[in-house]
């Protein structure tokens, strides 16, 4: 290291990151199935597709709808929307590649193997955005707490659990919803109505449960962006 200090001004660094699109490629191909996928799980992956291409929502740069399709189908059970999500996510709030393989490979909480396992028991077609959610809390919350982008994450989690009375499915959309306000600040992936309804389409009725949750200020909406938000205030009476 002393050695190196004596020369490292003649160089110049030079960051290295792969695109999103090779890491949604990469992502497809490192999940390995024994059998071909159901026709139904077909079906609903196209939906979903469908649902995502209605939003308006844009692929990463250098990747079509052909390939996305394909890497949708490879990478299930992860719903099209994380698979869009996981390289902006991974790059920022943890150690890209590096991270993106131990949550494929490892048995940490809240994990892909162990989110397949509750999966398999539980019902349930695709891990969303929430699991994700659930996984970089449980597992990085402490690390989290240093960088500035993941401060919605934490803002989300205390407003989670100083709320007993939110229902399973309006804990979903806020989690949801703290990652891509997360993600719109390095993607333009935006917490939308139309692209909640698309992350979220496991909840009946989401544009209903997001009207509740504005009135119980628990999220905002700016008109400018057509965007929601978890709320930055505070419910303290003072």
Known sequence: RNEWAKVQERFQSIQFNESAATTINMVGQAIKREKPLPKAIENVITKELEMLTAAEIS????MDAKEFTACAKSAWPLHPTVLLAIPHLFRRLAQNERSIFSYLTSMEPFGFLETICQMEAGGGNFIRLTDIYAYLLANFEVGLSRIPHA????????IINSNARLTQEQLELIRSISLLNVLGEMSTLKATPELLTC?????PGVIKELGKLRTQSILTYRRLDDTYRVWEGSDVDI
């Open 59 to 62: 692929l990463p740069l250098g």
């Open 151 to 158: 401060k919605r994450l934490l803002e989300a989690n205390d």
């Open 199 to 203: 992350a979220a389409s496991n909840i």
